[in-house]
């Protein structure tokens, strides 16, 4: 026998393969782990807090705005708002809504840069 052949018996897969001859047609191509260990790396993540804000960006914002609703809501039965005026308090979840969205839109353009 020769010592590839007792190496790779021996679990050393990646020795039995370096010691392996170039000549022999039957010999199993390099892995590609060693390729990828050799190759340059191309793009390096960096991750901060501001990635988990991003993430559940939308959690937090349905948070707030069903909050906002409620509270408007609440305010409107308890306190004896006339339908207008409670109208005019509901409006502003579009204006919330908008607001998130420009918070969104800067968050994710500084995570870009």
């Known amino acids: 026998r020769d010592r590839a052949a007792l ?9 039995a393969l370096a010691l392996r001859d170039s000549s022999d047609a039957n010999a199993f191509p390099a892995p590609v782990a060693d390729a990828l260990h050799d190759a340059p790396k191309t793009y390096l993540e960096v991750r901060t807090w501001l990635h988990v804000v991003y ?37 502003t979840l579009a204006i919330t809504l908008n607001v998130s969205a420009l918070l969104s839109a800067g968050l994710e353009a500084a995570l870009a840069a």
């Open 7 to 15: 190496q790779l018996e021996a679990g050393g897969v990646a020795a």
């Open 55 to 91: 993430a559940f960006q939308r959690v937090y914002e349905a948070h707030a705005l069903w909050f906002q609703a409620l509270a408007t809501f609440g305010f409107a039965r308890f306190l004896v708002w006339d339908v207008p005026y409670a109208f005019q308090i509901f409006s």
